[in-house]
């Protein structure tokens, strides 16, 4: 038992670990951290394989991108530009290797607006800009239109990570790079910038290290903890089923209000399946209906019980039992009278010497001045509040009989 | 409109309005209509959650990078293969489910514990980011300071006869027999290179590199190593980029100081012109250089009067001996004017590195070397009016030279400078302002008191303020209603607003014909 | 702010250091006091009045999941209240408008009624999913204090705008009322239809002045120290602005928080 | 009497209820109209929002969804009413919102265009969603064009024959206002729009999140709000002030829905001083009676 405890602890203490450890690490790991001067470097370059079998040698400079195709949030295949850093043998890659204005053909070339032969090698396609999937035919390519040259779905045969040289204490220091090294550029105020080795210039203050990792599995971190919630789902739905089967089981009202109960589920999966389904079907019509027609009034409605909620639960507390209790009355009143026409009514005869005094504008300086001073009051003790029981919970020093603390 | 035409349209009127009336009634009383549509809408929404949930959180966050994986070790597709991880997620998730069992009832403690521990973890980041700034923002004035705000010095630079060059990240002066680049952050050199005579003007920036003037000669400095090579003055073309950063302005015929030429000026069109300003016995005149006939830029000269022109990015800056203005380049229009003690060295408008804070202010230096910094136009967060003088301080050493970025101001002589970092701008502060001011501060403490629970014996003033505190709680919960209520209510007026027009009044007109 | 800077590092040290520090000392022995927060003695009351009536209790424990304190300091509250019913032997009810919280406050209820020594009250008590719509289960919530005709109710936890409709739905349906929250918006509210309302950080303290377990206690403890340092803090920082006015480099506290 | 006014003591909660529900559900019927206190956040906004000189536009950030369709429609709608009155162009984007808002905003620009004969794409123009604040924020207020390449119909921004609205709109320079409308709009607008601070912002938000925004106006980094239902029919009643007969306030919401809110905010005001009465009476019954 006492192992069982320890084991869910030590979980426990490293799960919050994480989240403690990105806030309060830089992202480098300090010690193994150079800092200087920027003067010089020497490009990374990935050594590509295409689908032909062809190599190609892109090295990473302004207008260079390298990306992989990703999920995104909505399960559809993305690119996601990749920093060098993260780059490693073995992925699949699209690499953009540079852009360029397109200037014509000239014996059989692709030249640039200047002149410039901009040859293609093996492996390499042009595409117009903005255009996404075919590439671009030559002969029926604008003269002046902006074009990129890609490598797609190439294989990373080989990385060359270069070096960057820094003027440290007056000396000269070469700094090699590598897979997970970051490169940071100071700034007077606030966190440094992660920049790639080209966009520095001679006299910004870098710090090139290795990196914590931490920052880099933010988005892993936060989609594990919806997931990992998510995936209780169930459980909510266990106590729904055995709440409503039990009544099913019952006779009179009870079982016909289970009976709609299950049936609405029904319907209500149906809402929600379609809601997929393209604009203009039947099925997406009649997810839209239940949506907008039934399930967003409903939430409007049940919002304006709150007003009549407002009127009782104000004609019954606000007395004058004590002085705290007429205080808040008092100025819940100013407050909402300086909100209506009414507020003018009782006080504009004073004129605009006493403007001041006007209800409007005493309800606005109650909710710039004290009120404000109020709610910082109450931010700060919750704050501490907050940092003391999150303490207890992460270190388990929480003697109490739930989470693990008792069995 | 016949009735089978209005129920065609108006049915899901019906629908919503049945809905809502049945809701209403639980105000009345409970009763069975109420519950049976509240489970339909219970159940409908839970239906419809666990779909969307799939949907949208669960197969594109965990399926399908777990599918993509599986693939990807298998060999297949082209996902990450430590995607295939996801399945221990899954595992994981599961043993929620073993809450069911009493047997194996610490599993799920497991998965409950990994929650636990994310959300306190999680507490750290989300407190402190929220709540520093709040604890800034509480150190309010009572009263007016009897110290004035000063800029506060960073480093020293070192010394430049003639007005050096500004190009982020470097500064690069000039002085005896070598320029000098130090970098911007903290100071220290980057390159030094020889010159063959003294410097004799402004050091200006070229698409090739830095070119420093030495008498007749004039040296080309590569920007990035620092190499320099001599060549043969050449004369300066009027398009002539002075400076990066935020000065454009350029004097052409270097020493004069009473014209300016100016890049990127708005022009009255909309376009961005190359302009160049003279100070004339008449007055300011500004013409387009650009345009072939070189027209007159501003509708009719600013009455400013003085000898000196700078520039100061939108604005443009004529100093006399005891008066500067500050005119606004694109429009000619004076934008403030401030009283002198001397004719200035150099002038420019620094801009602060705050974004909020980032008011534009107008400095002088002065051969004594002191610099004022003034209000260059009326300031709306610190409620400055133009032209107010909002610090003074001095190097005790001559500036030739002023420039400015990110909130810090570069002054530079030839004995040296110094790098200084300027104060945001002062507030002007009213009688009502340190009024509110108390009263704040007094709330805040009051409120903070409230909530001490351990201090077993407390003086009777601590008590006072304690109870002083509660008061001051009851005040802020009462004003929290009364600005709620307005908001609460304007949902009922939303639902009625649906009644009436979409519901009621359609089908009286219907009735009614 | 992405990463801590060394002032935001030393006030998490200082104020972290308070707290573990006053844990230390109290679980060495030390005798700590807190004062009587006027809401909860009114548990055991409440308790009470609904083994009277014959009744369950009802506990809601907030809209947020664990990533809220409040939800964290409301766990503490529920074993409290376990505990007092396990003396009287009601049954409790829960419920939440979030899944990942079902077997969370299972758990809770297993375990406290375990240690209380009345685990049979754990069968027959149960934790309810009502909708993912917090609207929706804030009017599911108050139909079940008239279906079960639950007699006490206890709202604990972080709360938005249904905050009313659960206090206002319990004082229609006859049940005592005890709240506590932290966000403060939501105050008002429950002071104007519950019988006790534990206010803001009062909150956090609950558990401490229920149990008067030593860990607890020395929590408060150090939050208070720490409220302490901070109150100084501010006045320091009060002052400064005062003499050197606000914006002058020379006013440190200000300069050195600023980032 | 103490004794009949005692009774005040225990309104039953339904008679509370049904006067709430005719008060606000009547003046609907009629048509009132209340004379109203401007507050000077409202007016500094209308007036920098009325000052719009024709090379410039109004952009308005509309996040709104039937969610806060109580507070946020009728603003929207007045500003909207306003500019199309006035013949001010503006266009109206959404940032991070519901993939919903555009179609809010779109049903009200057309009602409002058909009413004072405005054009889409010389007029106004939509440009629909985009994610991704704060950063894209700051990238409206570089290059709007560059952020939404189409619009919302899905013209080209670059297509001046279609959209000549955009022709020399560029960045923060050609925005006179930021209008943020949404249950509680984002500060970041404050920092990221224009750093360089010249393009005014101004919110309209619900009438509870307005208590936060007093400490931002107070600093200057926002010119000014609509405050909830109040702010729009405050704003209504700016423009009727300047324009006259000429604004055409059929169908807008702010001004008639505050005879409504006042009355609702009556009968809640009525009610706490009734109870406080009927405890008092209570009190001197309940001596009377002991006596």
């Given amino acids: 038992m006492a192992a069982r405890r320890r084991f869910i602890a030590i979980l426990t203490f490293l799960a919050g670990l994480y989240f403690l450890l990105e806030f309060v690490l830089p992202p480098t790991v300090p010690g193994r951290t150079s800092r200087g001067i920027y003067l010089s470097h020497d490009p990374t370059v990935v050594r590509l394989r295409t689908g032909a079998g062809d190599f190609v040698d892109v090295a990473v400079r302004p207008g260079v991108e390298l990306s992989m195709m990703v999920r995104d949030p909505t399960g559809k295949l993305q690119a996601k530009v990749q920093r060098t850093r993260e780059v490693s043998v073995g992925e699949t890659l699209t690499a953009r290797t540079r852009t360029f204005v397109f200037g014509g053909l000239r014996n059989g070339l692709v030249v640039d607006a200047e002149g410039a032969v901009a040859a293609l090698r093996p492996g390499e396609q042009l595409y117009l800009d903005g255009s996404e999937e075919t590439p671009a035919d030559l002969a029926a390519l604008p003269i002046g239109s902006k074009v990129r040259v890609e490598v797609r779905s190439a294989r990373v045969a080989e990385v060359q990570w270069g070096s960057v040289t820094l003027l440290q204490n007056r000396e000269r220091a070469t700094i090699q790079l590598g897979p997970h090294v970051a490169v940071l550029r100071e700034k007077r105020k606030g966190t440094p910038d992660e920049i790639e080795p080209y966009e520095a210039r001679v006299g910004d203050t870098l710090a090139i290290g290795h990196t914590t990792f931490l920052r880099d599995q933010r988005d892993t971190a936060a989609q594990f903890n919806t997931v990992l919630g998510t995936l209780a789902l169930g459980m909510g739905l266990l106590s729904l089923a055995m709440v409503n089967g039990r009544k099913l089981k019952r006779s009179g009202e009870d079982r016909w209000v289970a009976l709609a109960f299950f049936a609405a589920v029904a319907v209500g999966v149906c809402a929600g399946v379609y809601k997929y389904y393209d604009p203009n079907t039947t099925e997406r019509a009649f997810s839209d209906t239940i949506v907008f027609r039934l399930l967003g009034p409903v939430g409007s409605t049940i919002f304006s019980l709150l007003a009549f909620y407002l009127a009782s639960a104000a004609y019954r507390a606000f007395r004058i039992r004590s002085a705290e209790a007429a205080l808040m009355m008092a100025t819940a009143l100013i407050v909402m009278l300086g909100q209506t026409p009414f507020g003018m009514y009782l006080t504009g005869w004073l004129g605009e010497q006493l403007k001041a005094l006007w209800l409007p504008n005493v309800a606005g300086w109650i909710l710039r001045v004290p009120n404000s001073a109020v709610v910082r009051g109450l931010i700060f003790g919750t704050m501490l509040g907050g940092i003391g029981t999150a303490l207890r919970y992460w270190l388990n020093l929480e003697k109490g009989s739930a989470m693990g603390g008792g069995d | 409109m016949s009735w089978t035409e209005y129920w065609s349209t108006s049915w899901a009127v019906w629908l919503g309005a049945f809905c809502v009336l049945a809701i209403y009634s639980y105000l009345f009383r409970d009763n069975p209509l109420y519950r049976l549509m509240m489970q339909i809408f219970i159940g409908i929404n839970v239906g419809y959650a666990v779909v969307v949930q799939w949907k949208d959180i669960l197969y594109p966050l965990w399926w399908l990078p777990m599918t993509d994986g599986i693939e990807a070790l298998l060999g297949r597709g082209q996902g990450s293969p430590y995607g295939a991880l996801w399945v221990l997620v899954g595992c994981l998730g599961l043993l929620w489910y073993f809450q069911l069992s009493r047997r194996y009832l610490w599993l799920s403690r497991i998965v409950i514990g990994i929650t636990v521990g994310i959300g306190a973890g999680f507490t750290f980041k989300s407190l402190f980011g929220q709540n520093i700034p709040q604890v800034v923002d509480s150190f309010r004035p009572l009263g007016p300071s009897a110290i004035a705000v000063q800029p506060r010095p960073l480093f020293p630079l070192p010394a430049s006869s003639v007005p050096p060059l500004l190009d982020e990240p470097l500064l690069v002066l000039a002085a005896g027999r070598q320029a000098l680049a130090v970098e911007t952050l903290e100071g220290r050199e980057v390159w030094r290179c020889p010159l063959p005579a003294e410097p004799s003007a402004r050091l200006r920036s070229t698409p090739e590199g830095i070119v420093v003037p030495c008498g007749d000669k004039e040296v080309l400095i590569n920007r990035d190593t620092g190499r320099g090579t001599v060549r043969a003055r050449r004369p300066v073309p009027p398009t002539l980029r002075g400076q990066t950063g935020l000065e454009s302005g350029w004097q052409p015929d270097g020493g004069r100081q009473d014209v300016l030429v100016k890049q990127g000026v708005v022009s009255p069109d909309g376009r961005e012109i190359l302009a160049s300003y003279r100070m004339e016995p008449s007055g300011l005149a500004a013409m387009s250089v650009s345009d072939v006939d070189g027209r007159t830029l501003w509708p009719q000269a600013p009455p400013v009067a003085g000898s000196k022109l700078f520039d100061g990015s939108r604005y443009l800056l004529v100093a006399g001996d005891r008066e500067a203005f500050c005119v606004d380049a694109s429009l000619g229009t004076v934008v403030s004017r401030v009283p002198l003690p001397a004719s200035p060295n150099w002038m420019a408008v620094a801009r602060m590195a705050d974004p909020v804070h980032d008011q534009a202010t107008l400095l002088a230096a002065f051969p004594s070397g002191e610099i004022l910094g003034f209000a260059a136009a009326e300031h709306r967060v610190s409620r400055q009016t133009a032209g107010a003088l909002l610090w003074r301080t001095s190097l005790r050493k001559p500036v030739v030279w002023l420039g400015s970025s990110g909130g810090v101001l570069f002054a530079v002589g030839p004995e040296g400078g110094s790098a200084l970092e300027l104060p945001n701008v002062p507030k002007a502060l009213g009688a009502s302002d340190y009024w509110d001011n108390w009263v704040f501060v007094v709330t805040l403490v009051c409120v903070m008191s409230y909530f001490f629970f351990s201090f077993r014996s407390e003086p009777r003033a601590v008590t006072g303020v304690r109870r002083m505190g509660r008061w001051l709680l009851m005040l802020g919960f009462g004003a929290f209603f009364g600005n709620t209520v307005m908001s609460r209510m304007s949902f009922l007026l939303d639902r009625l607003m649906f009644l009436v027009d979409e519901w009621i009044k359609p089908f009286f007109q219907q009735l009614l014909g | ?259 | 009497m103490w004794g009949w006014l005692a009774r005040l003591d225990r309104v039953p909660r339904q008679t509370i209820y049904l006067l709430m529900f005719v008060a606000c559900g009547l003046p609907f019927f009629l048509d009132v109209r209340l004379p109203l206190y401007v507050w000077p956040e409202t007016r500094a906004v209308f007036e920098v929002t009325d000052s719009t000189p024709p090379n410039k536009v109004v952009l308005i950030c509309s996040n709104w969804v039937q969610g806060s369709q109580g507070e946020n429609w009728p603003q929207y709608e007045a500003l909207v009413s306003h500019l199309m009155l006035r013949g001010i162009k503006f266009v109206v984007i959404a940032v991070d919102s519901d993939p919903l808002a555009p179609q809010f905003s779109e049903r009200i620009n057309e009602r409002q265009a058909a009413k004072y004969g405005r054009e889409y794409g010389k007029d106004w123009v939509n440009l629909g969603m985009v994610r991704g604040a704060p950063l894209i924020m700051a990238s409206i207020g570089r290059n709007i064009k560059s952020v939404f390449p189409r619009d919302y119909r899905g013209n080209s921004t670059n297509d001046a024959s279609k959209l000549p609205i955009l022709q020399g709109v560029t960045g923060a320079a050609d925005f006179q206002i930021l209008w943020a409308i949404e249950y509680q709009p984002s500060l970041d607008w404050m920092v990221w729009l224009d750093p360089a601070g010249r393009v005014p912002v101004a919110f309209g938000s619900a009438g509870i999140v307005t208590t936060s925004w007093y400490p931002y106006i107070s600093s200057g980094q926002m010119k000014g709000m609509m405050a909830g239902i109040r702010g729009a029919a405050e704003y209504e009643s700016l423009v009727r002030e300047k324009y006259g007969s000429r604004y055409d306030q059929e169908g807008l919401r702010g001004g008639r829905l505050l005879v409504p809110l006042a009355f609702g905010h009556l009968v809640i005001i009525a009610f706490i001083l009734l109870g406080n009465l009927g405890m008092v009476a209570k009190r001197r019954a309940g001596k009377g009676g002991s006596r």
């Avoid at chain 3, 009587?36 to 083994?51: C, K, Q, T």
Wanted: charged share 15%; net charge negative.
């Fill in chain 3, 1 to 259: 702010m992405d990463n801590a800077n060394w002032q935001v590092l030393l006030l998490m040290v200082v104020f972290a250091g308070l707290v573990l520090w006053k844990i230390g000392s109290a679980r060495k022995g030390r005798q700590l006091y807190i004062r009587p927060i006027p809401g909860l003695n009114a548990i055991e009351e409440a308790v009470g009045r609904s083994a009277e009536l014959g009744g369950p209790l009802l506990f809601h424990g907030g809209i947020a999941d664990f990533t809220n304190v409040q939800t964290l300091a409301a766990v503490g509250i529920l074993e409290h209240i376990c505990k007092t019913a396990a003396k009287y032997g009601n049954r409790i009810l829960v419920t939440t408008a979030m899944p990942v919280m079902v077997p969370i406050w299972e758990d809770v209820i297993k375990a406290s009624f375990a240690a209380a020594g009345r685990p049979e009250l754990a069968n027959w008590s149960e934790v309810r999913f009502i909708s993912p719509a917090g609207d929706l289960t804030a009017l599911g919530t108050t139909q079940l204090l008239v279906d079960e005709k639950v007699s006490s109710c206890f709202l604990f936890g972080a709360y938005d705008y249904t905050s009313l409709l659960y206090s206002e739905g319990g004082q229609i349906a006859g049940c005592m009322q005890i709240a506590g929250t932290s966000d403060y918006y939501q105050i008002p509210f429950f002071v104007a239809s519950c019988d006790y309302v534990v206010m803001v950080e009062e909150l956090f303290a609950c558990s401490a002045y229920l149990t008067r377990e030593p860990t607890m206690l020395g929590s408060v403890v150090g939050q208070d120290l720490g409220k302490l340092f901070l109150l100084l803090l501010i006045l320091a920082g009060v002052i400064g602005a005062t003499l050197f006015g606000s914006g002058n480099p020379l006013n440190v506290y200000e300069s050195l928080l600023r980032f």
